[in-house]
């Protein structure tokens, strides 16, 4: 079965300073990947999946298949970054359940 | 208009009783899911509906769950019998499922059941 792991449950970064959200996913296939993010007090929502190839808030991801990872970074963290973030994947095109990792909780430092 | 509505958004149930959680998708979604989180965890999958069938019932974790969505809008997740490890928050997602594309998915805020 499909497992996705975020090997960080918390990780602290100065503002302005460079970002990694590191996921690592094990499917023999060609999965669709997503980061979903939660801000204090909303509800989940989309930030990116792989196949837009769009910079959202600043973020990229690329998915690299050798290394079945699908890392987020961004290049300055802002204050509004501080979230919990979520990996995922999806393997079935015909049914588009979403398989997440464990999150990481970002808090971004003035 | 609105978003993916849940209710309650809370609930406390004893031991052994019964419980209803329910999602409102939004209007003219044809997909939507269940999913369980428990603490410290990502959401997990339990069940996915195309309209009023329910595809894939794979991940409800016994047959204390049940799921259902008669008239293809407003979904029903119902525990029989709980128990403490059924303690998590409930969220529900809804997707438009435009033919051929893949469809964000829009979650709920979730229901938080704790079981005493």
Not at chain 1, 73 to 87: I, L, N, T
């Amino acid at each position: 079965a499909q497992r996705v792991t975020q090997p960080e449950k918390l990780l602290s970064v100065f503002k302005g300073a460079p970002v990694e959200l590191k996921c690592n996913y094990s499917y023999s296939g060609s999965p669709e990947l997503f980061w979903y993010v939660q801000y204090s007090r909303q509800r989940l929502q989309l930030l990116l999946r792989h196949i837009s190839r769009e910079s959202i808030k600043g973020f990229t991801a690329d998915l690299n298949k050798g290394e079945t990872s699908f890392h987020l970074k961004k290049p300055f963290a802002q204050e509004e970054d501080s979230a919990m973030y979520y990996c995922a994947l999806n393997v079935d095109f015909g049914n588009e359940k979403l398989t997440f990792g464990t999150g990481t909780r970002l808090t971004i430092i003035p | 208009g609105a978003g993916v509505s849940q209710s309650p958004r809370y609930k406390v149930a004893k031991r052994g009783q019964d419980v209803a959680l329910r999602c409102d998708p939004i209007s003219g979604h044809v997909s939507l899911f269940w999913y369980q989180q428990a603490l410290g965890q990502g959401p997990e999958f339990l069940t996915y509906f195309q309209n009023e069938a329910q595809l894939d019932k794979s991940g409800l974790p016994s047959d204390r769950f049940f799921a259902e969505r008669p008239e293809g809008s407003v979904s029903t997740l119902k525990i029989q019998r709980t128990q403490q490890e059924d303690s998590a928050v409930y969220l529900c997602a809804s997707s438009l499922r435009t033919s051929g594309g893949k469809d964000t998915q829009y979650f709920g805020p979730g229901t938080r059941l704790t079981v005493l």
